[in-house]
Every structure is written in C-alpha cells, then in structure tokens.
C-alpha cells in the first residue's frame, strides 16, 4: 500500500502539531500536543488521530466515536518513534529515512486496524 508522509506541520507559535499520512484509499490525521515551549525542550503529552477519506469526511471507529487517543504502552512507542523522526540524524539523513518513515507508519496502521472498521 502507498502512503505519503506528511510531518510536522504547525502554526507559528502554537503547541500543537499535526502530522498526516496519505494512503491510497484513507487519511490518518494525527494531533501531538506539547508542554513547555517548542523551542526549547518541549514535552509530548497527548497523541490523537482521526482517519477521514480523502475527501474528509470522519471515519468512525467500532464504538462509533471519531478520534483515538494513544495512551499507556502505545503512547510510550509512539513518543520513541516520533523522536527518531525529529532527530538529528533523520534530518540529514544519517540513518535509514525509508525504515524509520516505515516503523511509524506501522505503528499508526496497527492502532487504526486495531479500533477502526475500515471495509
């Protein structure tokens, strides 16, 4: 399945980031929202994500609620896999951009599989 990766867009100023990835078929629209400045040191605190259709309309998950939030085990592996797409070494390119855009794009995938119905 393709996808394209969408990272980090955010409004100036602002706490909140938002990352896309654009399958053929769906959109997972995924919400990060920080403590503490975001240029020095800020702190993720909460993960969201909403799957649309390309022409965004929501997609409901089986409980027939929109959203998801990432919490426990989950919320610790996506903090590990966000780190690694902010880093240092992912921004010029000194480890395997491909491998580390893919485990992030599993992760996602197995949340949405795991609480949306997608047909």
């Known amino acids: 399945m393709n996808y394209k990766l969408e990272l980090n867009m955010q409004e100036a100023g602002s706490n909140i980031v938002f990352n ?19 240029n020095f040191n800020p702190t993720l605190c909460e993960v969201i994500f909403k799957v649309r259709t390309l022409d965004d309309t929501l997609i409901n998950r089986k409980d027939g609620n929109a959203r998801v939030k990432i919490k426990g085990d989950h919320f610790e592996t996506y903090q590990k896999n966000i780190q690694v797409l902010n880093s240092y070494d992912y921004k010029n390119k000194l480890i395997n951009r491909k491998d580390a855009d ?10 949405v599989i795991a609480f949306y119905d997608l047909n």
């Open 20 to 38: 896309t990835i654009v399958f053929d078929f769906f959109k997972i629209n995924i919400v990060e929202r920080y403590t503490g400045k975001m």
């Open 102 to 111: 893919q485990e992030y794009v599993h992760f996602i995938l197995g949340m």
